[in-house]
């Protein structure tokens, strides 16, 4: 990853499309981002430009965060992530706004996307987004009390939920007279098995179609965002592997580049190829994970057997490199935990001949089977403006036909050294993301044997004891490094102060990192763009007009994972 | 039993004995899974790991099918009423295998939302350690949850003497 050096004196290029840009703070920050901050009044004003200008075109709402400063003139300051998929620019605008009256106008009209993430936003900071179409509260519970995410409330302060007080939706009891039936309110999970354990979904059905749906989540919110504010950056790559844990190593390697970035170093070379190749294994599990059970909700158990074996073999690669099966915290910020095993080259040839055969047999059993097809195909159907419009990205985003992927778009960990193909679909339905993710399992294997065949000797991790432990041998022997070892335990990586948002191309999709540092020894702030949150927001709107048992296969489609969706 | 000159002789035993014999042998699991544990649940009930070994493979959904629940993953505080309203509806006797850090003790998540351990307010028979347990710790629990039913000593057992 190449760190692009600060240059906040030359004028921002887009600076000149913005209504009133006199008035306005226009930079380009050191991440890459066009930099905007924008008075509220002014913030609606500012988004609407930046979507709709041609010049401008961010059609992506990456994330919109709220962030607490305490000791600041204005403590709270709200923050929009953007992005243009066709001119590749990224903006981030920021809003600052006084502790007495923390209101900003929402977003919601312009892009669909805002609706969660100012939900959010509300809930654990505590903003209000006026003319919000749904302002309650998102992660924690009904009988939450305060706004956990200001720097004023305690970490470990909880509140009891009674069973009287579980959410249930407004238009529940309301009177429907619009069909000519009679309809039912059917609740689906938390815990259902379609809804892998932590999704609920409220329906309201006309005979057997779904007239009006409504998700709740944050059933698996255990407090990510907090618990890495009380952590050193270090201590904060456990947490990242619990995230989407079904490729944990992906998510600890976008942390990793993250932080990397801000201390504007690079994990030597041998360890990004091991980073490379890990990562596509995890990529790998995910999809497997997704489609077997995405099959298994329609009915074809079979082929979860065919991929839970190659899953496992994968599994014996992570334990004889990092000792965990599935959370692997692998990663170190500068590096990876400690050298591959002896017969890493082996294990790895081993697998890249092993898992195609139980991908073809599954693609032999499903791709044409007629049940499948009429259960999937037409079924939950988005188109690409739409999926856009909710912030899809990944997978699910290039069955709608969006080739966007970020290791292509916006390569790291040296992706633009390999050849791959981004498979895209066009029907945007859920037998086009079983499609797009079965042939990115092929894609990934093309990866790792490109990888494999170039993976440079070296160390693992940087030499740099600012960040990274010295070796026990010398901790041993040198009092230097005693003293060094000594520091980075007792006090932590210092992170320079300023802010990055980096993102990685996770197994469904934009996997973004918003770190803030004050330059201490944890972080200030970390706010996570976890792709499933956006994508499952728009599941009760595509769900109207449809079956109920279709209400599943499109939910194991979409591959919602909670630990990355509620963190 | 055969005996030496061939011919065949009762085995006595307690009903009591009998009875829980065939229990530990036919658990009829209930995943409560939420998290990265019911990840690594799902791979012991795999081909590889096989659970069906331990006579405990048939997993039900329905509280009212199944006599052994493996909260396996973090509960919340959101979530808590559920897992009480499900262990509840669950028919007796029933065994409680909490899997993971997290359904323990809470795990590394001592947080604001975070349920610090399901033994608040269901009991719970066997722990289960590991961030997530290895499907041989799983099957270690259940094997020690069989022992427990064999020798009367469950967490139902107590409450009901």
Not at chain 2, 71 to 79: E, F, P, R, S
Not at chain 2, 81 to 105: F, H, L, N, W
Request: hydrophobic share 40%; aromatic share 10%; charged share 25%.
């Amino acid at each position: 990853m190449t760190v692009s050096k600060p240059d906040t004196l030359a004028p921002n290029p887009l600076a000149k499309f913005l209504p009133g840009h006199e008035e306005l703070s226009v930079t380009t920050a050191t991440d890459g981002f066009t930099e905007i901050t924008a008075d509220r009044s002014r913030v609606i004003q500012v988004l609407r430009a930046l979507r709709d200008r041609p010049e401008l075109d961010c059609n992506l709402l990456l994330d919109v965060c709220g962030v607490d400063y305490p000791k600041n003139e204005h403590r709270f300051e709200v923050v929009y992530h953007l992005t243009s998929l066709e001119k590749g620019h990224r903006v981030r605008v920021r809003v600052p706004i006084d502790e007495d009256d923390p209101r900003v106008p929402t977003a919601c009209g312009i892009w669909k996307a805002a609706d969660w993430f100012e939900r959010e936003a509300w809930d654990l900071m505590g903003i209000r987004f006026d003319g919000h179409p749904n302002l309650r509260r998102i992660l924690t519970h009904e009988a939450f009390q305060g706004h956990a995410l200001r720097k004023d409330y305690d970490p470990e302060k909880r509140w009891v939920l009674t069973e009287a007080e579980t959410f249930v939706p407004d238009w529940v009891t309301e009177p429907d007279d619009e069909g000519e039936f009679e309809t039912q309110i059917i609740n689906i999970g938390p815990s259902h098995p379609a809804t892998h354990g932590t999704l609920r979904i409220v329906v309201r059905l006309d005979g057997e179609v779904i007239t009006k749906a409504e998700c709740e989540i944050g059933y698996l919110h255990r407090c990510f965002e907090k618990m890495s504010e009380t952590h050193g950056w270090g201590e904060v790559i456990p947490y990242t592997d619990r995230l989407n844990y079904c490729s944990s190593m992906i998510n600890g390697v976008g942390y990793a580049l993250a932080v990397e970035h801000m201390l504007g170093i690079e994990a030597p070379p041998r360890a990004q190829v091991v980073r490379v190749i890990l990562s596509e294994f995890s990529r790998i599990m995910d999809h497997a994970v997704c489609l077997g059970a995405a099959l298994v909700d329609v009915g074809a158990l079979t082929n979860f057997w065919y991929f839970f074996q190659p899953r496992e073999e994968i599994y014996t690669l992570l334990e004889s490199c990092a000792g965990g099966r599935l959370t692997v915290s692998y990663a170190r910020i500068g590096g990876l935990a400690q050298e591959v095993p002896a017969d890493f080259e082996e294990q790895v040839r081993y697998l890249l001949g092993y898992i195609p055969k139980f991908v073809n047999d599954v693609d032999k059993l499903v791709t044409t089977n007629r049940i499948f097809r009429g259960r999937t195909e037409g079924v939950g159907a988005l188109s690409a403006e739409e999926a856009l419009a909710w912030g899809w990205t990944g997978p699910c985003l290039r069955a709608c036909g969006v080739p966007y992927d970020l290791r292509r778009a916006r390569p790291y960990l040296g992706y633009e050294n390999y050849e791959f193909d981004v498979p895209v679909a066009s029907t945007g339905d859920s037998y086009a993301r079983y499609l797009v993710r079965l042939e990115e399992i092929r894609q990934s294997l093309r990866i790792i044997e490109q990888a494999i065949n170039h993976l440079p000797d070296g160390p693992v991790i940087t030499d740099n004891h600012h960040v990274a432990l010295p070796p026990k041998s010398k901790v041993y022997t040198e009092m230097e490094a005693l003293i060094w070892h000594f520091k980075l335990i007792y006090e932590g990586i210092k992170v320079p102060a300023g802010s990055a948002y980096l993102a990685t191309e996770g197994a469904n999709g934009e996997l973004g990192y918003y770190l803030i540092s004050d330059g201490g020894g944890k972080p200030y702030r970390i706010k996570v763009r976890p792709p499933c949150f956006a994508i499952f927001q728009a599941y009760p709107h595509m769900l109207e007009g449809h079956l109920v048992a279709d209400a599943i296969a499109i939910l194991s489609s979409l591959n919602i994972i909670a630990g990355e969706l509620d963190r | 039993m055969r005996q030496p000159d061939g011919s065949s002789a009762l085995l006595t035993t307690k009903l009591d004995a009998m009875l829980a014999w065939a229990r530990k042998n036919s658990l009829w699991p209930l995943p409560f899974g939420t998290a990265c544990c019911a990840i690594e649940f799902m791979s012991t009930v795999s081909s590889h790991y096989d659970l069906a070994r331990f006579g405990a493979e048939v997993v039900r959904f329905s509280p009212r099918q199944s006599d052994m629940m493996i909260v396996a993953g973090t509960i919340t505080d959101k979530m808590a009423p559920v897992v009480k309203r499900i262990y509840d509806q669950m028919a007796e006797p029933k065994y409680v295998v909490s899997m993971g850090a997290c359904a323990c003790t809470g795990g590394f998540y001592r947080a604001y939302h975070v349920v610090q351990g399901v033994d608040e307010f269901i009991p719970v028979d066997v722990y289960v350690p590991g961030c997530p347990p290895t499907p041989e710790a799983l099957i270690g629990g259940i094997l020690k949850l069989q022992q427990l039913i064999q020798s009367g000593e469950t967490q139902y057992d107590r409450l009901k003497a």
